[in-house]
């Protein structure tokens, strides 16, 4: 006998296209931050892709699973484009993603791009170094994988504004080089 979409050919679908909103980890996320609670007036998800290569079929169950969660609880989703090296990135893929999304059946609530706010975020990064709260590392790929599996210090993970601005000079890098 042939499949179809729905399973065998002739054959109703066992579930419904929303049972993984009404039972399991995506129920339990609603019901532990419901609508009307705490300040919350309606679900907003976002998907956001990386405009730099063409959507793969784990992308697909990203977008089921935002643009539908949202919807099954009468909210919205926001296609948020992740270009934060708009230089590497082209507009057919831009494109692309829009006509998945729409394919599969979804329109976003608004599209957006990371991009926009590179200002905005660089101005909340230097108000966090200034506060204490991050630091600039100038560490090499390595150096920085020596630091986070061995946990062992580097004179270049520097942590906090004074040292980030004395950090720079090549004298107070690690041994195994800057990025």
Same mark, same amino acid.
Request: aromatic share 12%.
């Given at each position: 006998? *042939?499949?179809? *979409?729905? %399973?065998? *050919?002739? !054959?109703?679908?066992?579930?419904?296209?929303?049972? =993984?909103?009404?039972? %399991?980890?995506?129920? @339990?996320?609603?019901?532990?931050?419901?609508?009307?609670?705490?300040?919350?007036?309606?679900?907003?998800?976002?998907?956001?892709? $990386?405009?730099?290569?063409?959507?793969?079929?784990? =992308?697909?169950?990203?977008?089921?699973?935002?643009?539908?969660? *949202?919807?099954? =609880?009468? %909210?919205? &989703?926001?296609?948020?484009?992740?270009?934060?090296?708009?230089?590497?990135? @082209?507009?057919?893929?831009?494109?692309?993603?829009?006509e998945i999304v729409s394919w599969l059946g979804f329109k976003p609530a608004r599209v957006t791009?990371?991009?926009?706010?590179?200002?905005?975020?660089? $101005?909340?990064?230097? !108000?966090?170094?200034?506060?204490?709260?991050?630091?600039? &590392? =100038?560490?090499?790929?390595? &150096?920085?994988?020596?630091y986070f599996v061995l946990r062992v210090y580097t004179k270049c993970a520097c942590n906090n504004a004074q040292q980030t601005t004395h950090c720079i000079s090549t004298e107070n890098l690690c041994?195994?080089?800057?990025?």
């Open positions: 006998m *042939a499949r179809s *979409a729905r %399973g065998l *050919a002739g !054959d109703e679908p066992s579930a419904s296209l929303d049972a =993984h909103f009404e039972s %399991g980890f995506l129920a @339990e996320v609603y019901r532990d931050r419901p609508v009307g609670v705490n300040g919350i007036d309606e679900v907003v998800t976002r998907f956001p892709p $990386e405009p730099n290569g063409f959507l793969h079929l784990g =992308h697909s169950k990203a977008i089921a699973t935002n643009f539908g969660f *949202a919807r099954y =609880h009468g %909210g919205r &989703c926001i296609l948020r484009f992740d270009d934060t090296n708009p230089v590497g990135e @082209e507009g057919v893929f831009f494109d692309s993603i829009e791009y990371t991009s926009d706010n590179f200002e905005r975020l660089y $101005e909340l990064a230097e !108000d966090l170094i200034n506060m204490d709260c991050a630091y600039v &590392c =100038h560490c090499s790929g390595m &150096c920085r994988l020596y041994p195994l080089g800057r990025s």
